[in-house]
């Protein structure tokens, strides 16, 4: 069988969660998952196709308060000299992002790194933006506050209480 129609997941990394991270830029906060998933499987990378082939990189620009946020972690992904894509959506779509690339077979190892770093900026001006993309209003609109105004005309529509609101959460 070709090894283009074999596909799997050989290790798994995130770094700890903490509210923010001034200690280190968005390149070092990347890379630390990175060092783990290196250091967990021993590959490298090196061009002599026993190594990483290529990287896919997942980020968003508005979250981390910069445009081509991909920049910041593509030398850390092993971009350098070799192929490097990034996806503005979420893991998720870079992960079938990279296996379509091991499926095209271009690639035999690919490394997927999704990275945000919401701390540089302001997520309720961020998520506003997806209310109003065209002239960037200031709405005070925030993914929340939409949800909760959808939540009270659901409510109102259909006569129904917040305890049973909760029931559906619990």
Not at 15 to 32: C, G, N
Not at 97 to 125: C, P
Not at 155 to 161: E, L, N, R
Request: charge should be negative; glycine fraction near 8%.
């Amino acid at each position: 069988r070709n090894m283009a129609e074999k596909i799997g997941i050989v290790a798994i990394a995130k770094t700890k969660y903490k509210e923010s991270r001034p200690d280190v830029d968005i390149s070092e906060l990347a890379f630390e998952p990175i060092e783990q998933v290196l250091d967990e499987t021993g590959l490298r990378f090196v061009d002599d196709g026993t190594g990483i082939d290529a990287a896919v990189t997942c980020s968003q620009d508005h979250d981390d308060g910069k445009t081509i946020s991909g920049m910041l972690v593509c030398d850390v992904a092993g971009g350098h000299l070799r192929t490097d894509e990034k996806v503005a959506n979420d893991g998720t779509a870079a992960v079938c992002y990279g296996a379509m690339q091991i499926l095209s077979g271009h690639f035999d190892t690919i490394l997927v790194i999704a990275n945000t770093k919401e701390s540089h900026s302001e997520r309720r001006l961020i998520e506003n933006a997806a209310f109003e993309p065209i002239y960037s209003q200031k709405l005070g609109l925030d993914f929340v506050s939409a949800a909760a105004m959808q939540a009270n005309g659901y409510m109102h529509k259909y006569g129904i209480t917040p305890q049973h609101c909760a029931w559906v959460v619990v």
